[in-house]
C-alpha cells in the first residue's frame, strides 16, 4: 500500500468511529410519545451514587406515627409484590422513586408514578440515566440492573402536569438474555373502579436501606382519586403499587394504583395517594403493551 493510500484508509477509519460515537449517543424519540432511552445508564449507578440519592419530595421526610391506621414495617425479600427501586438523574440531581412489573406481552413492562420518569410542565421531559433494581437494599443488586428501552405517559401528564395523570410505564431491555417479567413474574392491572381495597403497599423510603410495606384499606379522595393511610411513607415511595387480591400462593395481585396523583403522592408521610386505574390510564396500558411487543 503506497504512503497516499494509508492516509486515506485513516481518515476513512477516523470517520467511521466519530459516526459511530454519533450513532450510539443521545436519546431518540419513540412512537407514540415515548421515549427511547440512551446507553450507559447502568455504570453511571455506581453504589456511592445509589446510596447518595435522594427522594423526590423531601418534604414528605417525617416519623413513623403511632397513631395511624397503619404502621409500616421492613419488607421481606421481594414481598411477593415485583418491587425495585427506580433511579433517576434530573437537572436536580439523583433521584429514586419505587416501580414494580406489570404484565404485558413482552414480559418486560414496570409501572410507577409519571412523576418519576418526567418532570411534566416546563421541565425537560423524560429523566435521564433511569435504572430499575429489583428487590434492592442498602446498595446491592441481587437481581442486577435493567435499562429501559421506552418511557411512556400521559400527554396531560408531560405537558399539564396533571394530577389525575401521574402514573407511567417503563419498558425494559433484556438483562443477560431474559426479560425482568420471567425472572420475577408480574402482577395484573386491575380495571374496576372501585373506591374500597384491601392493599398491600411496598416501596422506598431511603436509598440506604430495605422497602417497607403496609397493609390497609383505600379511601376515596375524589372522583378520580383513592387514599391510602399509613406512617413511613416517604418520597422515595412514589411508584409504589397498590395490590389487591394478595394471593399468598402465587405472591401475586392486582395493582389498582401506585402513589401519586395529588401532591405528585402526598403532603405527609402517613397519607398516600393514587390516580383511579379508569379508561385514561388503560389506554397508557395498552400503549406500553404495544411498545412491549415491538420491543
Known amino acids: ?3 497516499e493510500m494509508r492516509a486515506v484508509a485513516a481518515r476513512l477509519g477516523a470517520l467511521f468511529v466519530i459516526l459511530a460515537a454519533l450513532a450510539v449517543g443521545g436519546c431518540t424519540g419513540a412512537p407514540n410519545g415515548g421515549h427511547s432511552h440512551p446507553p450507559g445508564a447502568a455504570a453511571y449507578w455506581d453504589k456511592s451514587r445509589l446510596l447518595a440519592a435522594l427522594p423526590f ?10 397513631s395511624q391506621p397503619g404502621n409500616s414495617h ?12 427506580l433511579f433517576v438523574h ?14 404485558s406481552p413482552g414480559r418486560d413492562l414496570l409501572i410507577t408514578a409519571a412523576h418519576c420518569i418526567n418532570g411534566g410542565k416546563g421541565s425537560t421531559g423524560y429523566r435521564s440515566d433511569i435504572v430499575f433494581i429489583p428487590d434492592y437494599r442498602d446498595g446491592v443488586e441481587p437481581f442486577g440492573v435493567w435499562t429501559p428501552a421506552k418511557l411512556l405517559v400521559a400527554p396531560q401528564w408531560a405537558n399539564s402536569s396533571d394530577p389525575d395523570y401521574d402514573v407511567g410505564f417503563v419498558v425494559l431491555k433484556l438483562h443477560h438474555d431474559q426479560n425482568i417479567q420471567d425472572i420475577l413474574g408480574a402482577n395484573r392491572l ?13 416501596g422506598y423510603p431511603a436509598s440506604s436501606s430495605a422497602p417497607i410495606t403496609c397493609v390497609n384499606r383505600t379511601s376515596p379522595f375524589s372522583n378520580t382519586q383513592l387514599k391510602f393511610e399509613c406512617a413511613g411513607y416517604t418520597g422515595g415511595t412514589s411508584g409504589s403499587p397498590w395490590v389487591t387480591r394478595f394471593s399468598t400462593h402465587s405472591r401475586t395481585g392486582t395493582i389498582v394504583g401506585v402513589i401519586g396523583g395529588y401532591h405528585e403522592g402526598g403532603e405527609t408521610p402517613s397519607v398516600s395517594y393514587s390516580v383511579r386505574v379508569g379508561s385514561a390510564i388503560q389506554q397508557l396500558y395498552r400503549q406500553a403493551k404495544a411498545e412491549s411487543v415491538r420491543g
Not at 421492613?74 to 415485583?82: D, F, K, N
Open 90 to 103: 434530573s437537572s436536580g440531581g439523583n433521584h429514586f422513586c419505587t416501580a414494580s412489573v406489570v404484565a
Open 1 to 3: 500500500m503506497t504512503g
Open 74 to 85: 421492613v419488607a421481606g425479600p421481594l414481598s411477593g409484590l415485583r418491587v425495585g427501586a
Open 190 to 202: 386491575g380495571t374496576d373502579l372501585r373506591s374500597e381495597y384491601l392493599v398491600h403497599v411496598t
Open 57 to 66: 419530595f423531601r418534604q414528605r421526610h417525617g416519623t413513623l406515627a403511632p
